[in-house]
């Protein structure tokens, strides 16, 4: 019994030993780094164990922190990832440049959305996706997808009115949700899948489940524990959301490629060659006309990263922005002139063109600034593949980089009184005084976001049609910037509190001149 026991002592120890041997790079790497003391095992994971809120709070103190002592470069161990933090802007943008695999973290999501481009570790496949991708995202395309736009902002505009005669606190973000996901599928697959008139959407529900797990596993560091993740039961709920993701897609896919065929068919009989260049195609059909063939199950993967990556980004970045009009009411003043004098005295009445949108620099100013206070992405993180020399320090392989977006954002060193909502920030000039690495909302370097061009003309689709309509107003729980409470998961998310009235506009104009 002795013996038995002592040499399953002595086994234990020697992998033990190979374990700590193999990471022995790691480990010398973070030597030099300075970081809170990690304990065995689990590292720094105590620092996220009391909620997502708290997550939040505790990374930006400890970059707070680090800056304050004058720290360009630190580290924490997640259990067994060692994670380095660059802290100046040529650091992070030198990573993102040059290390292209996402974070490992990534790769807790299931595998219908961790094998899209979105988050891919395999770079020559993620090359040639983005290639096509991009191609698909060109303004030619993507302007002709402000009419599906300004088609469902329409259909909330008129959800929200209700508000408007009753004058009570209301959330945004669950209305606009249904918004920009029948945006993303309309213009994705070219589906309607009307939910904003009621229905359930099984996609919906699904892929906001399958974020919510990934992001547990990605902070509770003991669920990456294959046999830990299946006892706790998510395991067995990720297969069949995966199940029911990638029959949805692959169904869809089918359909389309039969409607392609009949309506080329049609096309052909009818002559009607010219109609069928002025339709609206998605982003599957344009795909699927390609003489490039490609299988149903990459395009699946890639129509899922579209949708989430599309999805779970705008509608916080739609409702931080109202947010800011009614907090601010005199940057809400500038925007309803500029609007006006684009689109006349009753504002946003018919689907604007591209070029309107253009005019608007003031509010792509308040765009801007809002995304740099709530950045959709608020860390990005690289799997570092090979040795980066950064400031002094080699990062050594396995090891992952995280870009603190959100706290680059409010730094001093870059920004004049940060917390403070500013959207002059953006005016030619003062854009010239920062360095490139300072306003990254869309990430950088190759692996920066494919549809920003998309955010930015459905944000201000979204936003200059519901202030044509409605003054956005401040509500008791949130009427300054210190109301707004947040938690960071792999994207940034307002809490409850964070809620906006609205008045007619034409009501409250007329009320703000009588007084």
């Known amino acids: 019994m002795f013996f038995a026991t002592y040499l399953l002592g002595l086994i234990t120890m020697y992998f033990m030993f190979l374990y700590m041997w193999n990471r022995r790079r790691l480990y010398k790497s973070s030597m030099d780094l300075p970081g809170p003391i990690a304990l065995p095992f689990i590292g720094n994971g105590y620092y996220f164990l009391n ?35 660059p802290l100046e802007v040529d650091y992070c943008t030198q990573v993102l440049t040059n290390q292209l695999q996402k974070s490992k973290q990534y790769q807790v999501f299931d595998s219908l959305i961790s094998e899209g481009f979105l988050f891919t570790q395999n770079i020559p496949e993620w090359r040639n996706m983005r290639k096509v991708i991009s191609s698909n995202f060109h303004f030619s395309i993507v302007k002709s997808y402000i009419k599906i736009f300004y088609d469902e902002v329409n259909i909330l505009i008129n959800k929200v009115e209700k508000f408007a005669d009753s004058g009570e606190p209301f959330q945004f973000e669950p209305l606009v949700v249904l918004a920009t996901f029948n945006m993303v599928m309309r213009s994705t697959l070219g589906i309607d899948p009307k939910a904003q008139e009621g229905n359930k959407n099984i996609v919906l529900q699904a892929t906001d489940r399958a974020m919510e797990l990934g992001q547990l596993r990605m902070y509770w560091f ?15 709920e990720q297969t069949k959301i995966t199940e029911i993701l990638r029959d949805y897609t692959h169904t869809t896919i089918r359909e ?108 792509d100013k308040v765009i801007k600034e809002t995304l740099r206070l709530f950045p959709a992405v608020p860390i990005v993180g690289r799997n570092i593949d090979k040795d980066e020399l950064v400031g002094g320090h080699i990062l050594a392989p396995d ?42 909302p869309f990430s950088y370097g190759p692996r920066d976001c494919v549809g920003k061009k998309y955010a930015m003309l459905q944000m201000k689709t979204i936003v200059s049609s519901v202030v044509s309509k409605y ?45």
Not at 66 to 83: E, F, H, N, S, Y
Not at 400 to 413: E, F, K, L, S
């Open 51 to 85: 909620g997502m809120e708290n997550v939040f709070f505790t990374i930006t103190t400890l970059y707070k922190a680090w800056r304050a002592i004058g720290t360009k470069i630190a580290r924490i161990w997640l259990g067994p990832d060692l994670v380095v933090i």
């Open 222 to 236: 003991f669920l990456k524990n294959e046999m830990i993740y299946k006892i706790s039961g998510f395991k067995a």
């Open 256 to 363: 389309i490629r039969q409607r392609i065929k009949e309506e080329k068919i049609q096309s052909q009989l009818n002559g009607d060659h010219e109609d069928d260049e002025k339709k609206v195609k998605s982003f599957a059909e344009i795909m699927l006309e390609d003489e490039n063939h490609i299988e149903d199950e990459v395009l699946a993967k890639q129509i899922m990263s579209i949708i989430i990556a599309g999805q779970d980004t705008t509608k916080s970045e739609n409702t931080a922005i109202l947010l800011m009009l009614s907090i601010h009411q005199d940057v809400q003043d500038k925007v309803v002139e500029e609007m006006l004098s684009v689109f006349g005295p009753d504002g946003v009445t018919a689907c604007p063109t591209y070029e309107q949108l253009q005019e608007l620099k003031y509010l």
């Open 399 to 440: 090891s992952t980089a995280a870009v603190m977006i959100y706290n680059i954002h409010r730094d001093p060193t870059y920004y004049t009184n940060p917390e403070v909502f500013d959207p002059e920030r953006f005016s030619p000039e003062e854009i010239l005084k920062r360095p490139v690495g300072a306003y990254i």
């Open 471 to 515: 003054r956005v107003l401040p509500t008791p729980e949130c009427n300054k910037m210190q109301d707004i409470r947040m938690e960071v998961r792999s994207t940034l998310k307002l809490l409850e509190t964070c809620t906006i009235r609205l008045r007619r506009r034409s009501e409250w104009e007329q009320e703000r001149k009588i007084k």
